[in-house]
């Protein structure tokens, strides 16, 4: 059996600076694929920048409500992927001061860069990419670390744990998420990092349909032409008989109901 999933929750414009289209090119390929909702939800990172500092670095994440709600018939949706960047789960951007504009006026009320930046999303994806800083901690401190980063108040998604390659006890993980009504995701652009991050990800959708914890599916796409092309995806949910009606993604109606259940937005009259 195909599963049908109708949304693309985790994807990349060229502000990621790794990536190379533009968002409208992307929401075209979502149209093109058949798709009801996509997501655009480039990364805030030390990745990106030599000066990660400076705000004017983030002004395309800080205009995204210019986005469209509706754009050639896809739901636009607004995000981004922020770093965990310590094993206390914080996120890239929290420890960053925010005291005046992009213009040089100064803030009445300074805020943390990661406020400044994400104050507009619907959601965020929590992920680990730079590892420096997991050396020599164990597992019980990166399951805790995933677990913080889990609980702040406007992530959504846990993004490709099964490509971090970090030693976790899983089932703590998954409580929370289930007990949030957050997401765990399984992307296709894990599986191109071997065989281990397959089988890792296989091991979490098992545990995933034991516990009954919904999960997000996306492309983590970094070009236009791989937006909604879950092919690999989909073969390990065929594999494991994953349950249907825990794909949060499965179209636009549960993944707007999931994003309003775990306390974030209300967007459900987008669904149409």
Not at 240 to 262: C, G, M, N, T
Request: net charge negative; charged share 25%.
């Amino acid at each position: 059996m195909a599963y049908e999933i109708k949304c693309d929750t985790h994807t990349h414009t060229l502000y990621s600076r790794h990536a190379y289209s533009t968002i409208e090119e992307n929401v075209r390929a979502a149209k093109a694929q058949g798709l009801e909702l996509l997501a655009s939800t480039d990364h805030f990172s030390a990745m990106q920048w030599a000066e990660p500092d400076n705000i004017k670095n983030y002004q395309y994440l800080t205009t995204c409500d210019l986005w469209p709600r509706e754009w050639h018939g896809v739901t636009l949706l607004r995000g981004c992927e922020a770093d965990i960047i310590d094993l206390d789960g914080s996120l890239y951007g929290d420890t960053i001061k925010v005291t005046e504009s992009i213009v040089g006026d100064p803030y009445s009320e300074p805020s943390t860069l990661y406020e400044y930046a994400t104050k507009k999303f619907d959601y965020v994806i929590a992920s680990v990419h730079g590892k420096q800083f997991t050396i020599g901690a164990g597992t019980a401190a990166l399951t805790e670390m995933y677990i913080r980063a889990l609980c702040r108040p406007n992530v959504l998604i846990l993004g490709h744990i099964g490509r971090s390659g970090l030693s976790v006890d899983i089932d703590p993980i998954l409580s929370t998420a289930k007990s949030l009504h957050k997401l765990i995701e399984i992307n296709e652009h894990s599986f191109g990092f071997g065989g281990e991050s397959l089988h890792r990800c296989r091991s979490i959708l098992v545990r995933c349909a034991e516990l009954n914890v919904p999960i997000s599916i996306s492309t983590d796409a970094h070009i236009s032409y791989d937006i909604g092309k879950f092919d690999k995806v989909q073969q390990l949910l065929q594999d494991v008989h994953f349950p249907e009606e825990l794909i949060a993604s499965r179209d636009r109606k549960h993944f707007l109901r999931a994003l309003k259940d775990a306390g974030l937005r209300d967007l459900t009259a987008l669904d149409h």
